[in-house]
């Protein structure tokens, strides 16, 4: 399946239907007024995160959506039927932006949360409406208001607790393929990784954690080369980073400080990220060469790039299966398997942002809206 982060769509609310003009017509009703009904609202355009999602694929072949229009009036003060709504389905973990402001208008996180995007117009009201002493046979009537529409820029980032980094060939896609199901592609030349493969680890507790390997970085990948920043936004939800450093690179202090450079030059928070710096390919060094590699790992890390880490750079071999107790041990004591981070009971205790289930700017007040809307 194709990986497809980002997306560009077109929505539209659906029109009011119109009100009619209607009299009685009944054979002994001689006066019988007006009786015109008025139309139906239209339907509105809804987003709702769905955690079978894994990808905005379906936005490549797709792009403009419009609801159902309202329908027009009847009769007898019959009124129209309203639209249907309509229901669009993203990946869990989907920004939702305005295409011309940058604007962010939801973050659907969680399943089944959804966020109204397109509101229908209003029906039109009938000739039953302008009944009046003065006017006893009004003939005025209103058509349906049109649905708003939009376009939106849908950015999907991806749902895990952990981030695995590191410049090319460091062992990521060889460590989620050990520790979970996930069955990346795995080879010895550089970027075999495309794109982020998720990945479950199984916690002692017996429940799952979701694991995220990251294409890798290389030197001016702010510049775009290689693959760039395109991936680094689905590590902007992490809790934790594993920096992996291949143990068999020429220098391996060098390759620490270009990707933590890049972390810094992409911002977004991800270098004061808490972190472990993880030494891969253990088994192609020997004690001495693995305990000076992690020393200078080390005291590097702590003084003159002053990482947030978590604790001291730990060595493993994930062909050999060796370390990865330590190295899981030292994530389930970071996320807290019974206990939460601090910093994730504060942000749960905080009010909910003010977007979240709401609709976008200038929906409710159609005079002074925030945001044009797109022709």
Request: include cysteine.
């Amino acid at each position: 399946m194709q990986f497809i982060d980002q997306a560009r769509i077109a929505v539209r609310g659906g029109r009011g239907g119109d009100g009619i003009v209607a009299f009685r017509r009944e054979k002994y009703v001689p006066a019988g007024g007006p009786s015109g009904g008025d139309g139906g609202r239209g339907g509105d355009v809804l987003l709702r995160a769905d955690p079978n999602l894994q990808t905005l694929l379906d936005f490549k072949y797709k792009r403009l959506f419009a609801a159902i229009d309202g329908v027009r009036g009847g009769p007898n003060r019959s009124s129209g039927a309203s639209g249907k709504h309509l229901v669009i389905k993203v990946p869990c973990g989907t920004e939702v932006r305005d295409r011309r402001t940058g604007i962010l208008l939801g973050d659907l996180t969680e399943p089944g949360q959804e966020l109204l995007v397109a509101a229908g117009g209003r029906g039109g009201l009938g000739n039953a409406h302008y009944l009046s002493n003065r006017n006893r046979a009004p003939e005025k009537f209103t058509e349906g208001r049109d649905g708003e529409a939009w376009i939106l820029q849908l950015e999907l980032k991806l749902l895990a607790e952990v981030g695995i980094i590191g410049q090319p060939n460091a062992g990521k896609s060889t460590l989620i393929a050990v520790l979970s199901a996930a069955r990346p592609r795995i080879a010895d030349y550089p970027f075999t990784t495309l794109v982020p493969n998720l990945g479950v680890v199984r916690r002692p507790s017996g429940d799952g954690t979701v694991f995220a390997d990251i294409p890798g970085l290389i030197a001016g990948a702010a510049q775009g080369a290689g693959l760039g920043h395109d991936f680094l936004r689905h590590i902007e939800r992490t809790r934790l980073l594993l920096h992996l450093v291949d143990g068999s690179a020429d220098d391996v202090l060098a390759d620490l400080e270009v990707v933590e450079r890049e972390l810094k030059a992409y911002g977004h928070g991800l270098e004061q990220r808490p972190r472990l710096v993880v030494l891969t390919k253990a088994e192609l060094l020997d004690p001495e060469q693995q305990a000076e590699s992690l020393e200078a790992l080390a005291a590097h890390g702590r003084t003159a790039l002053a990482l947030p880490t978590i604790d001291r750079p730990l060595a493993i071999s994930a062909a050999s299966r060796q370390g990865l107790e330590a190295l899981l041990a030292v994530v389930w004591r970071e996320l807290g398997v019974d206990r939460p981070r601090e910093w994730s009971a504060q942000q749960a205790a905080a009010p909910e942002p003010e977007w979240v289930l709401a609709p976008l700017p200038g929906v409710r007040k159609r005079g002074q809206p925030s945001v044009e809307p797109c022709s």
